[in-house]
């Protein structure tokens, strides 16, 4: 099946630095790509959603100058923490969507020290 | 808008039990219903789906059927194993205008042998 791999899996960063998140679909190509966000007993919150050389659609709330997301190939795609603070500490989940269904990464754990 | 509303965890059997974990939905429109999985370090993985009202998804021994009366999309096992541990998580996707998947909080099945 459709593979969507993440990378780091886990990263511990310092209050103020920034943090890139990889995303990509090994062995697809991906029109669009998600980023989710989850907390500790809390649901997938959708943060963002990306396309192919497009600018990324933010969900409500969600700071786009914060979270940066580049989606430069139809196989990969970044999330970039920018300025993290321990508020910013969480699990981020990537999905990558083509016709025949939407996949998802194994997740990131970022703590921020 | 949109939500999914499911039973929260964990939810604790034995081997061989039987078991439901409940979810409902809210949508305005007629949405496709969804369980996921997420075994540890890993990502969700699809378990099951359907499209439209008495629809019933099955795979693995699981089964769900899509009920418009009551909006809800129970998941069921007659049987459930140790590999069953994991969390499961419902979700609604409306087929219309920019798909997005709605999630609910997930919830954790321990099985003990």
């Known amino acids: 099946g459709a593979v969507v791999s993440q990378h780091p899996s886990w990263v511990i960063c310092k209050s103020g630095t920034s943090v890139k998140i990889e995303c990509r679909s090994l062995d697809f190509q991906a029109t669009t790509m998600f980023w989710y966000r989850q907390f500790p007993k809390q649901s997938l919150m959708l943060m963002a959603t990306?396309?192919?050389?497009?600018?990324?659609?933010?969900e409500q709330g969600v700071e786009k100058d914060k979270f940066l997301i580049n989606h430069a190939s139809l196989t990969l795609s970044t999330l970039t923490v920018t300025s993290a603070h321990p508020e910013d500490s969480s699990f981020y989940i990537c999905?990558?969507?083509?016709?025949?269904?939407?996949?998802f990464g194994p997740g990131t754990r970022l703590t921020v020290t | 808008g949109d939500s999914v509303t499911q039973m929260e965890g964990p939810v604790t059997l034995s081997e061989e039990a039987f078991l439901t974990i409940n979810c409902t939905y809210t949508?305005?429109?007629?949405?496709?219903l969804f369980w996921y999985v997420q075994y540890p370090g890993e990502g969700l993985q699809l378990l099951l789906k359907?499209?439209?009202?008495?629809d019933k998804g099955s795979n693995k021994g699981f089964e769900a059927t899509y009920r418009k009366e009551t909006t809800s999309f129970h998941l069921e096992k007659g049987s459930v194993q140790v590999s069953d541990s994991a969390v499961y998580f419902c979700?609604?996707?409306?087929?219309?205008?920019?798909?997005?998947?709605?999630f609910g909080t997930g919830t954790r099945l321990l099985v003990s042998p």
């Open positions: 990306s396309n192919e050389g497009s600018k990324a659609t933010y």
């Open positions: 949508a305005t429109g007629y949405p496709s």
């Open positions: 999905s990558a969507r083509t016709l025949a269904g939407q996949y």
């Open positions: 359907a499209t439209k009202a008495d």
């Open positions: 979700a609604s996707l409306l087929n219309t205008g920019f798909q997005k998947l709605v």
